[in-house]
Nanobody, 118 residues
Framework: QFELVESGGGSVQAGGSLRLSCAAS???????????MGWYRQAPGKQRESVAL???????DYSASVKGRFIISRDNAKNTVYLQMNNLQREDAAVYYC?????????WGQGTQVTVSS
């Protein structure tokens, strides 16, 4: 019913920055998609973990490991969520997934790779 398309992943040196984008499409209410949007990541051999979440009202929540370095934002008119990642470290390397969680559905993007080299 909903589709999420991510972009912006890539390779960066430690200390660098990347910006991820995730565009949502599907049924809207007044043109906007309601629900909590967020970013998760999964490194090889590890479980998928929450990175940052943002509500329709803009309230955001971050994992302790990225707080102060990553910023999540949301443009409800474009149904797009962003993740600005600053001061990237090797432990941030993973596949990053966009997520849209609603009462009646839970949708994932296809994932975008982030590689951090020292």
């Amino acid at each position: 019913q909903f589709e999420l398309v991510e972009s912006g992943g890539g390779s960066v040196q430690a200390g660098g920055s990347l910006r991820l984008s995730c565009a949502a499409s599907g049924p809207t209410f007044g043109g906007s998609i309601m629900g909590i949007m967020g970013w998760y990541r999964q490194a090889p051999g590890k479980q998928r973990e929450s990175v940052a979440l943002i509500g329709y009202d803009g309230n955001a929540d971050y994992s302790a490991s990225v707080k102060g370095r990553f910023i999540i934002s949301r443009d409800n008119a474009k149904n797009t969520v962003y993740l600005q990642m600053n001061n990237l470290q090797r432990e941030d390397a993973a596949v990053y997934y966009c997520n849209l969680r609603r009462r009646d559905s839970n949708t994932w993007g296809q994932g975008t790779q982030v590689t951090v080299s020292s």
